[in-house]
């Protein structure tokens, strides 16, 4: 089992923009651990917060926003670090509203990228300095790489399918365990 100091949670944010959709991704600030990396907005759990809640609090430290509804957020996957072993738990869910305010201790800027231009670029496999493997995706001016990379890949299809549905008038589509609701604070 996995230490508590290990459990992290990421949001994986999905934004419309002209008539497209795409993942929001941070790139990290120079300031912080893992500086310049492309992520999503996350970070490690606080006592007594949910993955979940842990999840949203750091989208909204981060980068000023939050889900349009928290009734329409989903689970995605469980992923683990190559090099630290941290245990990282995604969710998605959608941002309406396009104003953010960017925490530059932790954030430089925000990267838009198209779930078109995913479908259309399959990862590439690296081989880190310790030997260890991981994925990257890369992309005009920057790159994904490592677990970030790796949630994607993990859930590109689920990621569609969500969109698909959303986008069908069949956001209910999901059965009840299927989609996760906050508690109210």
Request: proline content about 5%.
């Amino acid at each position: 089992m996995y230490s508590e100091n290990q459990r992290t949670a990421v949001f994986v944010p999905i934004v419309k923009i002209c008539g497209d959709y795409h993942l929001l991704l941070t790139r990290r600030s120079t300031r912080i651990s893992h500086p310049g990396q492309i992520s999503f907005p996350g970070g490690h759990r606080e006592e007594n917060e949910t993955l979940l809640e842990c999840a949203v609090r750091e989208m909204k430290e981060e980068i000023g926003a939050l889900p349009s509804s928290l009734d329409e957020i989903y689970p995605l996957n469980v992923s683990t670090t190559v090099t630290s072993g941290k245990v990282i738990t995604s969710f998605l869910g959608f941002i309406d509203d396009l104003k953010f305010r960017i925490n530059k201790n932790e954030v430089e800027d925000i990267v838009f990228l198209s779930v078109k231009s995913l479908i259309m670029n399959a990862p590439e496999p690296i081989i880190m300095p310790n030997g260890k493997r991981t994925i990257r995706y890369r992309f005009p001016g920057f790159v994904v790489w490592g677990a970030t990379a790796r949630i994607i890949e993990a859930s590109i299809e689920r990621i569609i399918e969500i969109i698909e549905n959303r986008g069908s008038g069949k956001s209910d589509y999901l059965n009840d365990h299927e989609v996760i609701h906050i508690r109210e604070e």
